[in-house]
């Protein structure tokens, strides 16, 4: 599959976009997450997860590797800028951005690294952290995204107070800037034009694997990161929900089905779903009808999205699932949309009891409207989901890929 002209196409219209200034964009985020720190009056926020610490400094080192491995982490105080604790030799990383102070070797103690040596790395590993914690920040309150119960219980011994953090970042991360959103749309560019590539490409005989490629492919070439699923299927595979993709082989008349989930240029995110038929064929009724359902959930969900609207009221007013299809149902209504899946996220009514939390929708989140519709027992399901902007009257879709005109009653 020769994906030249798609790429040369995305290329020419990445040129075309406003172009992302960086260094203010990781200002920016930087700014967000320290006023979200003083509000909560801590001295700073320890990450380990790779998202947050690209997201704090712009720094970045084996993302997907460092998601199972704690083998980097940084530091943010309150005031000032962050110390980065890298991976052995990768100082050089840290240079030139603005964002980080200084880098230091980390001290690792995951199981493989450690072995028998790990309880007196801790201690080591703490020494230092407290070190720098009464040095370079205001308060020993610090934040925390994720760390191993003997990393907290050695902080505690050395009189730091750690609280949980993801909720700390995630909220910085949930209203973006000017330039996170030139980034989005830099994201959105390369992602519409692979799902043009995957369309053309739907033909019997293709893979789902091969199609899945394609995605993965021309993110890479076009300088994204990382596709974060393999939810590309076909036929029987779109019912239930959340297969992965396989070597199966496409048919005329089956559904396609995607989610692309594409961390793309910057990092930034383009999470939409799109459904659609192999060719040449037309759709039956049954297709027809899970497709115009499903358009219907997604475009009657994104009418109630507004700043200001809650939660709650988002979901009281949202689209009501058909009963046939509700032992299928996602049970997402909405999700934020950034560096990843993120703060806030909707559940339906029906499950707001064990899911659900209030807060409302702010200008410049950036959300993903979920729809999955399927039946239990059936041959076939679709996926849909768009991806817009909130703002103050309404909203702004982010990534303007067609849906199916054929298959829409």
């Not at 020769?2 to 196409?9: C, E, G, K, P």
């Not at 940084?74 to 800028?81: F, M």
């Not at 394609?214 to 890479?220: I, T």
């Not at 950034?338 to 950036?366: H, I, K, S």
């Amino acid at each position: 599959m020769d994906l030249t002209s798609y790429i040369n196409d995305a290329r020419r219209g990445l040129i075309q976009l406003p172009q992302v200034d960086e260094a203010k964009m990781r200002m920016e985020r930087l700014d967000r997450l320290q006023q979200q720190l003083a509000e909560n009056d801590l001295g700073g926020i320890l990450l380990y997860d790779p998202i947050n610490i690209r997201y704090a400094t712009d720094c970045r080192n084996m993302q997907i590797w460092t998601m199972h491995n704690a083998a980097r982490y940084c530091l943010v105080p309150t005031e000032g800028k962050a110390i980065m604790f890298d991976f052995v030799n990768c100082g050089h990383l840290s240079k030139g951005l603005d964002t980080i102070a200084e880098s230091r070797p980390g001290t690792l103690w995951y199981h493989h690294t450690a072995g028998d040596k790990r309880p007196e790395l801790i201690e080591v590993w703490a020494d230092e952290l407290a070190d720098v914690i009464a040095e370079r920040c205001g308060n020993s309150r610090i934040a925390i995204d994720k760390l191993e119960p003997g990393g907290r219980t050695a902080l505690t011994e050395r009189q730091i107070t750690t609280v949980f953090g993801q909720d700390i970042i995630e909220r910085a991360r949930s209203v973006k800037s000017t330039e996170e959103l030139k980034a989005q749309k830099h994201s959105a560019l390369v992602c519409m034009t692979a799902l043009r590539a995957m369309r053309d490409m739907t033909v019997p005989g293709a893979t789902e694997n091969d199609l899945w490629a394609v995605l993965a492919s021309m993110n890479s070439n076009l300088g994204g990161d990382y596709i974060e699923t393999k939810l590309v299927v076909a036929g029987s595979n779109t019912n239930p929900w959340y297969t992965e993709s396989s070597n199966k082989v496409l048919q005329p008349g089956e559904f396609l089905a995607i989610d692309t989930d594409m961390i793309g240029p910057f990092g930034y995110n383009t999470d939409i779903s799109r459904t659609w038929l192999c060719q040449p064929a037309k759709p039956t009724p049954e297709q027809k009808t899970l497709y115009q359902t499903s358009y219907d959930q997604v475009h009657t969900n994104m009418e109630l999205i507004k700043a200001g609207v809650s939660l709650r009221e988002f979901a009281e007013k949202a689209w009501k699932m058909p009963e046939q299809y509700q032992d299928l149902d996602c049970r997402v209504l909405v999700h934020g949309t950034g560096m990843c899946n993120e703060y806030p996220q909707v559940p339906p009514l029906a499950f707001w009891e064990r899911t659900g939390y209030d807060g409302v929708f702010e200008e410049n989140m950036t959300l993903s409207i979920e729809s999955y519709i399927g039946e239990v027992g059936r041959s076939h399901g679709v996926k849909l989901e768009q991806m817009v902007r909130v703002t103050e009257t309404g909203y702004e879709i982010v990534a303007d890929f067609p849906f199916e005109d054929e298959l829409l009653n």
